[in-house]
């Protein structure tokens, strides 16, 4: 059996439920999935400042629980703290945005990200960069209504999304359409035939790339940049932190 550790490294605990059911649809017979919500935070993450306070929560989490479990993701668009997990973690971590890039890549040349704000689009556009996809990046649309309760984005703004996806392939170009954030988990699923090009959902991604890695057992990086930190005084952390700081080997 195959345990995966969804983090959620916003508060929300409806989307932590629209995580977990993408999630479980997307499983293969013999894969077990947990989520866990953030315990501190905001409501979702739109910045890179609200992404700093999500990288802690999702390494506070990761450092409690991810014994129990054969790879972790985190599940937040803009994959907050993933490149610091995996240098942490001693098994296979991956995120969102990583896992839904990957896939998008084997299904077609440009990619286009319809996100649920324009205020997120500019951290949105770091993180493809920095996984040096932005040449493969035809557009980042976002939805430009107040969102009254993250968790009901999908019914309350729906044919809003649809329509921006259809813009990014009539005047982008894109080949491919990324569903951006955890509270569109499942979109991708329920517009199954609407789209004229594929669509790709960050979570159901990262499950399927998360058992490929944990099948693959690639082994954890001892040299190289991705190498466990090094021991050295720390203060202030909490013991399961300081535990991984002092036993990733």
Same mark, same amino acid.
């Given at each position: 059996?195959?345990? $995966?550790?969804? $983090?959620?490294?916003?508060?929300?605990?409806?989307v932590?439920?629209?995580?977990r059911a993408e +999630?479980?649809r997307? +499983?293969? %017979?013999?894969?077990?999935? &947990? @989520?866990?919500?953030?315990? =501190?935070?905001?409501?979702y993450i739109e910045?890179r400042f609200?992404?700093?306070i999500?990288?802690?929560?999702?390494a506070q989490?990761a450092?409690?629980?991810?014994a129990?479990f054969?790879?972790? !993701?985190?599940?937040? =668009?803009?994959?907050?703290?993933?490149?610091g997990?995996? &240098?942490?973690?001693p098994?296979?971590?991956?995120g969102?945005t990583?896992?839904?890039?990957a896939?998008a890549?084997?299904?077609?040349h440009?990619f286009?990200?319809?996100? $649920?704000?324009?205020? $997120?689009?500019?951290w949105?556009?770091?993180?493809v960069?920095?996984?040096?996809?932005?040449?493969?990046? +035809?557009?980042?649309?976002?939805?430009?209504?107040?969102? +009254?309760?993250?968790g009901?984005?999908?019914?309350?703004?729906g044919e809003?999304?649809?329509?921006l996806a259809?813009?990014?392939?009539?005047e982008?170009?894109a080949d @491919?359409?990324?569903?951006a954030?955890?509270?569109?988990?499942?979109?991708?699923?329920?517009?199954?035939g609407?789209?004229p090009?594929?669509?790709?959902?960050? !979570?159901?991604?990262?499950?399927k790339? *998360?058992?490929?890695?944990?099948a693959l057992?690639?082994?954890?990086?001892?040299?190289g940049s =991705?190498?466990p %930190?090094?021991?050295?005084?720390?203060?202030?952390?909490?013991?399961?932190?300081? *535990?991984?700081?002092?036993?990733?080997?």
């Amino acid at each position: 059996m195959t345990r $995966i550790l969804l $983090i959620n490294p916003n508060i929300s605990d409806s989307v932590s439920e629209l995580i977990r059911a993408e +999630a479980q649809r997307s +499983a293969a %017979p013999g894969t077990e999935v &947990e @989520v866990l919500t953030a315990p =501190f935070g905001v409501a979702y993450i739109e910045t890179r400042f609200e992404a700093l306070i999500g990288a802690y929560a999702a390494a506070q989490l990761a450092a409690e629980h991810h014994a129990r479990f054969d790879a972790v !993701v985190v599940a937040a =668009f803009g994959d907050p703290g993933l490149p610091g997990l995996r &240098e942490a973690l001693p098994c296979p971590v991956t995120g969102l945005t990583e896992a839904a890039l990957a896939s998008a890549c084997l299904l077609g040349h440009r990619f286009s990200i319809v996100a $649920i704000s324009q205020r $997120i689009r500019a951290w949105y556009r770091e993180t493809v960069q920095s996984y040096g996809l932005d040449g493969r990046l +035809a557009s980042i649309r976002g939805l430009d209504e107040p969102l +009254a309760d993250i968790g009901r984005v999908q019914g309350d703004q729906g044919e809003r999304l649809v329509a921006l996806a259809e813009r990014c392939v009539a005047e982008d170009g894109a080949d @491919v359409i990324v569903l951006a954030g955890a509270p569109l988990a499942g979109l991708a699923r329920s517009l199954k035939g609407r789209l004229p090009v594929p669509s790709v959902d960050g !979570v159901s991604s990262a499950v399927k790339h *998360a058992e490929t890695l944990a099948a693959l057992q690639p082994g954890k990086a001892r040299q190289g940049s =991705f190498a466990p %930190p090094p021991v050295k005084p720390n203060k202030g952390l909490s013991p399961a932190i300081q *535990a991984l700081l002092g036993g990733a080997r």
